[in-house]
């Protein structure tokens, strides 16, 4: 069974820094392209960054683009975002999300999204 | 960058009602298209991928259509569980854009 466990969340000061983690699990972890998606309160859902399956290709939102950075462990499942330079629009509820792939086919960078975490609420205020 | 526009933003109906909601994109994405469902309090739940893919295990009532810009959601008939928001994403390139979100209730 496929688990997505988010983790790191909380209360931040305007300028702070945070990291989210995710971890993995019931899947091989290292073959799939990986993201992070975040719906703001009573809002709808906003891609903030993927990464390849290998991890050297990463992809940012304009709104998050030189603030925040995706990486990925594939020796302990884990894929992290580390985010600087909060703002309060940032606030949120972020999700870990495992890219779909069909069956013999390629792990596509840049996909739909096949199974979300529960998400990890993060809110940016002082 | 691709902008993905749904309509309505929501719609009421009744139970056993069609209904349709609509996708469009600015440019043309072939047909990297998903289609998502929120329920109230929910983590999104994938329902169809390709544009017209049902995922496994995704009631036989949902269905896709379309390629290009042009994209629809079809429920052939609405039910009570059915009530969510259901948002389109496209992911023919990044950013995988996803579309602002269709609320249905029952009428």
């Known amino acids: 069974e496929v688990q997505l466990l988010e983790s790191g969340g909380g209360l931040v000061q305007p300028g702070g820094s945070l990291r989210l983690s995710c971890v993995a699990s019931g899947f091989t972890f290292s073959s799939y392209a990986m993201g992070w998606v975040r719906q703001a309160p009573g809002k709808g859902l906003e891609w903030v960054s993927s990464i390849s399956a290998g991890g050297p290709n990463t992809y940012y939102a304009d709104s998050v683009k030189g603030r925040f950075t995706i990486s990925r462990d594939n020796s302990k499942n884990t894929l992290s975002l580390q985010m600087n330079s909060l703002r309060a629009e940032d606030t949120a509820v972020y999700y870990c999300?495992?890219?779909?792939?069909?069956?013999?086919?390629?792990?596509?960078?840049?996909?739909?999204?096949?199974?979300w975490g529960q998400g990890t609420m993060l809110t940016v205020s002082s | 960058d691709i902008q993905m526009t749904q309509s309505p933003s929501s719609l009421s109906a009744s139970v056993g009602d069609r209904l349709t909601i609509t996708c469009r994109a600015s440019q043309g994405i072939s047909n990297y298209l998903a289609w998502y469902q929120q329920k109230p309090g929910k983590v999104p739940k994938l329902l169809i991928y390709t544009a017209s893919t049902l995922q496994s295990g995704v009631p036989s009532r949902f269905s896709g259509s379309g390629s290009g810009t042009d994209f629809t959601l079809t429920i052939s008939s609405l039910q009570p569980e059915d009530v969510a928001t259901y948002y389109c994403q496209k992911y023919n390139s990044a950013p995988p854009a996803f579309g602002q979100g269709t609320k249905v209730e029952i009428k």
């Open positions: 999300a495992k890219t779909f792939r069909l069956p013999g086919g390629p792990s596509l960078d840049i996909n739909a999204f096949d199974f």
